[in-house]
């Protein structure tokens, strides 16, 4: 018995010692053609940081100029983006281009509070000015954050798109009806259209009666499984569409069957990509025998 008890106890101390061993260094995984600008804090106090993901053509023809896709919450979605992208552009369903997803600087960020500032266009609380700053962010996006990718990643002017989910497909409407041409083509990936009663199908039908083009592709989605009530707001805004009618706006939507509101994400962004880029695109998708 007491042999037992002292193998048991060896056992034990030897167990304890290998835990205590410190875990090796491995190299971190990054995503590949990838890195992050930090931009100085902008006159409104924000201090926004970019993902960016260059395509593999980039290093080797440095005379050409790309096409960009802007991403809101990038550090939840740029990832996402970029894994589709890779898929896509390999079946040649879509062209070479740039993925900017648009974040902030730091570190342990509070990011749902701070997203509400700028990708919300009204407040969601009337008594706050923590939400309802789009039009600003709209105003940083042309100032700041174009210049930088026109400037020094061959970005085309004449090709910009963007793409949000939530709050960011709201931003996403809204910059639609704002400057219609800043953008060439809209994934709106759930978009928050319950903010503000329905604020956004107001701009829309007041756009709609300028009788003025917006000369764009836009993708829409839902999803099957999100909260009632806020599904129901965006099957509003696309069933609004048609009655709009805005002259030269390509558009599709779809409700995504069996997801909810996070899980809506990559269908909406994989299939709203081959929407918007389909005039781009080397090849049609379909497989050739």
Do not use: C
């Not at 037992?4 to 835990?19: D, E, K, M, N, R």
């Not at 917006?214 to 099957?235: D, M, Q, S």
């Amino acid at each position: 018995m007491k042999r037992i008890v002292l193998t048991l106890a060896f056992l034990f101390s030897a167990l304890q010692a290998h835990a205590a061993d410190p875990v090796p260094a491995y190299p971190a995984h990054t995503i590949p053609n990838t890195l992050l600008r930090a931009l100085p804090k902008n006159a409104d106090g924000r201090t926004y940081q970019l993902h960016i993901h260059l395509p593999a053509s980039f290093a080797k023809e440095p005379k050409r100029r790309y096409p960009v896709l802007y991403v809101t919450d990038g550090y939840w979605d740029f990832a996402t983006i970029v894994a589709s992208y890779n898929n896509l552009n390999y079946d040649r369903v879509v062209p070479d281009f740039i993925t900017v997803g648009l974040g902030y600087a730091g570190d342990n960020l509070d990011y749902g509070e701070m997203r509400g500032w700028e990708l919300s266009p009204v407040r969601m609380n009337p008594l706050s000015s923590s939400s309802g700053n789009a039009d600003k962010f709209i105003a940083s996006l042309e100032k700041d954050i174009f210049a930088l990718l026109e400037r020094e990643y061959r970005a085309d002017p004449a090709q910009r798109y963007l793409a949000g989910s939530s709050l960011g497909g709201l931003f996403t409407l809204h910059a639609m009806y704002a400057k219609p041409d800043l953008f060439k083509g809209y994934i709106a990936a759930s978009p928050a259209v319950v903010v503000g009663n329905d604020w956004i199908i107001g701009q829309a039908k007041a756009y709609a009666a300028t009788g003025k083009p917006i000369k764009a592709r836009l993708y829409v989605t839902g999803a099957e499984n999100e909260w009632p009530g806020f599904l129901a707001g965006i099957k509003r805004y696309q069933a609004l569409l048609p009655e709009l009618k805005h002259p030269e706006l390509v558009y599709q939507n779809r409700t995504i069957d069996g997801e909810r509101h996070g899980g809506t994400k990559a269908e909406s962004y994989t299939r709203g990509m081959r929407f918007v880029f389909e005039p781009l695109a080397p090849e049609t998708g379909k497989s050739k025998d």
